[in-house]
C-alpha cells in the first residue's frame, strides 16, 4: 500500500475530528482516521463519498451506493451550490487541505471529486478532462437565443468542442420548409456548427486567445468544404462537433462535423470567424 509520511494525531485532535464527521457514517470516520493518524492515500475515496452522502437530501441518499464515477453531483444528486460549498469545506477541514472556490466548477462528478482530491493530496497537477457545460451556462454566454440559439449542453475540450440539438418539430421555420414535408435546413447546420465555434471562442483558455473574446463581435468570415450526406427531420437529434485548426487574432478556423444516430450527415473542412477581444 502507498503512503504519505506518517502524520500524528493527537487526542483532542481526533475528537475535533469524530465531532466534525459525526453525521457521517462510521465507515467514513474510521476512514478519515486513518488518513490523518498514518497519512494513507487508500481511505479517501471513502471519504470523500462519504462526506457527499452526509449533506445528500435523505431521499436521495441510497443513490450513493449505486454510484459510478459519472454520476453528476447537481444532476443526479440534487447538491446545488451553496451544498456544495459545504461538502468542500468539510473535505478540506477533515483532509487538511485547500481548495480554491475557481476549481469548484470544474467538479461536476463524483470522479471528478476524487481525481481532483486525490491529486491535490498527491501533490501533482490535475488531469484536464472535457467541460460540461449545461444549457443556462450556453444561453448566458451567448449572442444568439431562442428561438435562433441551436446549441443545448456543451462539451468543451482543448481543442475541440461538442453539442447536441433535438428537432422539435415546433421550429417556426419548418413550417415552410417545406410544406407538409419538414426538412431542417443545410444552411442552419452550418449555423449551428458556427455557434458552437462561437461559444468556443468566447469560453474556452486557448493559448491563441489572448484575451477574453467578446461574444458581440465574433462574425462569419468564410466556409469552405461543405457537404451535406443525408436530410434531417423532427425527432432527430443533430450531434455536433468542432476542432479548432489554426487561431490567430484576429481570425479562427474551425472543420465541423454533423452526425445523427451515428450516420454522418454534414462536413465543413473549414469555418473561419472574425472576432475581438473585450475592451
Known amino acids: 500500500m502507498e503512503t504519505k ?17 459525526k453525521r457521517c457514517s462510521q465507515e467514513t470516520v474510521d476512514a478519515a482516521i486513518a488518513y490523518r493518524k498514518y497519512g494513507e492515500y487508500e481511505p479517501v475515496p471513502t471519504i470523500v463519498v462519504g462526506i457527499i452522502e452526509r449533506y445528500l437530501e435523505p431521499e436521495v441518499r441510497d443513490k450513493i451506493k449505486d ?3 459519472e454520476t453528476r453531483l447537481y444532476e443526479d444528486f440534487g447538491i446545488d451550490s451553496l451544498t456544495m460549498v459545504e461538502t468542500v469545506m468539510l473535505v478540506e477541514e477533515t483532509l487538511n487541505i485547500s481548495i480554491p472556490n475557481e476549481d469548484l466548477r470544474e467538479l461536476r462528478t463524483v470522479g471528478d471529486v476524487k481525481t481532483f482530491i486525490d491529486c491535490k493530496i498527491r501533490g501533482i497537477p490535475v488531469p484536464r478532462k472535457p467541460r460540461r457545460i449545461p444549457v443556462e451556462e450556453v444561453a448566458a454566454a451567448m449572442p444568439h ?4 440559439l441551436f446549441l443545448r449542453e456543451v462539451t468543451l475540450s482543448e481543442n475541440e468542442a461538442e453539442a447536441s440539438y433535438r428537432i422539435s418539430g415546433s421550429e417556426f421555420f419548418l413550417e415552410g420548409h417545406f410544406k407538409d414535408d419538414p426538412v431542417f435546413p443545410g444552411s442552419l447546420m452550418l449555423e449551428a456548427l458556427g455557434q458552437l465555434a462561437v461559444f468556443y471562442l468566447v469560453k474556452s483558455d486557448h493559448a491563441g486567445l489572448e484575451g477574453n473574446v467578446d461574444h458581440k463581435k465574433v462574425l462569419a468570415n468564410s466556409c469552405d468544404g461543405i457537404r451535406f450526406h443525408r436530410i434531417c427531420r423532427p425527432d432527430d437529434t443533430l450531434d455536433m462537433k468542432i476542432k479548432v485548426k489554426r487561431i490567430r487574432a484576429p481570425l479562427a478556423t474551425f472543420e465541423g462535423s454533423i452526425s445523427c444516430n451515428g450516420e454522418r450527415v454534414a462536413i465543413a473542412e473549414e469555418i473561419t470567424l472574425a472576432f475581438a477581444f473585450e475592451e
Open 67 to 69: 454510484c459510478t464515477e
Open 145 to 148: 437565443q431562442d428561438p435562433f
Open 5 to 21: 509520511t506518517s502524520s500524528s494525531l493527537t487526542l483532542n485532535e481526533e475528537k475535533d475530528l469524530r465531532e466534525s464527521l
